[in-house]
């Protein structure tokens, strides 16, 4: 049974940076996608980061500003935002899956306010 569990979600600054962390717990071993999505108040669901087969792919939104990373010891998958905007606020998501994104978290919310 595959459980994701996320943290680090809170109240930043405009400009601030926060870190998000996925604990991943489960037989994961042939699951080869991971990655940050999230969710804003009246939109759709949308990417922002992956690692697939190692290669690590950005929503052009955040590239330069958000950095996703696996931490194989600790069995987390993280990310690091930078220079955060009032446009990143949203519950973000961890997911992992073999192709597809086949399990998900239960999210964490990013509030970007001054």
């Known amino acids: 049974q595959v459980q994701l569990v996320e943290s680090g979600g809170g109240l930043v600054q405009p400009g601030g940076s926060l870190t998000l962390s996925c604990a991943t717990s489960?037989?994961?071993?042939?699951?080869?996608?991971m990655g940050w999505y999230r969710q804003a108040p009246g939109n759709e669901r949308e990417f922002v980061a992956s690692i697939v087969y190692g290669r690590t792919n950005y929503a052009d939104s955040v590239k330069g500003r958000f950095t996703i990373s696996r931490d194989n010891p600790k069995s987390t998958l993280d990310l690091q935002m930078n220079s955060l905007k009032p446009e990143d606020t949203a519950v973000y998501y961890c997911a992992i899956g073999r192709y597809d994104m086949d399990y998900w978290g239960k999210g964490t919310l990013v509030t970007v306010s001054s």
């Open positions: 489960g037989n994961t071993l042939n699951l080869y996608s």
